[in-house]
């Protein structure tokens, strides 16, 4: 089956540490996203990349980085500049970015900085 | 500002006890606006698209309706399996095709 695979689901880390979250993707999607999650707000977004080779900063991009060397594939790095970086990310994609294309999310990596 | 708001924040039914979630948006120019469903831990499915006041559409006991301020999901007949978090987002025509407002979700709960 077709989907977006995030991994891991749990991640723990000290503070001051840089840590990469995977996202794979076998739909064949051009567009691919990074939001962020937390309780009581709405979903915000950190980078998009609509082809390889090729991204754009969102609302919340200070203290990430992304990279998109294949098309599948777009992992998501919170290094140590991320002041707050306890929280619920999400990966998804779409077929083209654009109105007509929805969404797909993966099923999340629920990442703890202590 | 743009700005998408959802209400109620939580809503408990018992089952088959219908209602509506709203999604009320200030944007300028709606391009569309999505729902989606979230279960605990999962991340969000996506439903339905709306383009323009006056559509609807329906998927088994969900029916999504949207006018020039407001769209609202109704559920018709609950289950305990509709249980879960419903988001609203908006594609506002002042932003690049990228960017989405999601509202902060109504979490239901369908009682047997």
């Known amino acids: 089956d077709g989907g977006i695979t995030q991994s891991p689901k749990y991640l723990f880390r000290k503070e001051g540490q840089n840590v990469t979250l995977s996202c794979e993707q076998n739909?064949?999607?051009?567009?691919m996203y990074w939001y962020r999650q937390d309780p009581g707000q709405g979903l915000r977004l950190i980078y998009y990349?609509?082809?390889?080779?090729?991204?754009q900063k969102g609302d919340i991009a200070e203290g990430y980085s992304v990279s998109r060397e294949k098309k599948e594939s777009f992992p998501l790095t919170v290094t140590s500049a991320q002041k707050n970086p306890t929280a619920f990310y999400l990966c998804?994609?779409?077929?083209?970015?654009?109105?007509?294309?929805?969404?797909?999310f993966g099923n999340g990596t629920r990442l703890t900085v202590t | 500002e743009d700005q998408v708001t959802q209400s109620p924040e939580a809503l408990r039914l018992q089952e088959g006890e219908s209602s509506s979630l709203n999604c009320s948006y200030t944007?300028?120019?709606?391009?569309?606006l999505f729902w989606y469903r979230q279960d605990p831990g999962k991340g969000p499915e996506f439903l339905f698209t709306?383009?323009?006041a006056g559509e609807e559409k329906e998927k088994e006991r969900l029916k999504a309706t949207l006018t020039k301020k407001e769209s609202f999901l109704h559920i018709t007949a609950p289950k305990p399996e509709d249980s879960a978090t419903y988001l609203c987002?908006?594609?506002?025509?002042?932003?690049?095709?990228?960017?989405?407002?999601f509202g902060t979700g109504t979490r239901l709960q369908v009682f047997p």
């Open positions: 739909l064949n999607h051009d567009a």
């Open positions: 944007v300028s120019g709606l391009r569309g």
């Open positions: 990349s609509q082809i390889v080779n090729d991204f």
């Open positions: 709306l383009y323009s």
């Open positions: 987002a908006v594609q506002a025509k002042s932003y690049n095709t990228d960017k989405l407002i």
């Open positions: 998804a994609s779409s077929r083209e970015s654009g109105v007509h294309s929805p969404l797909h």
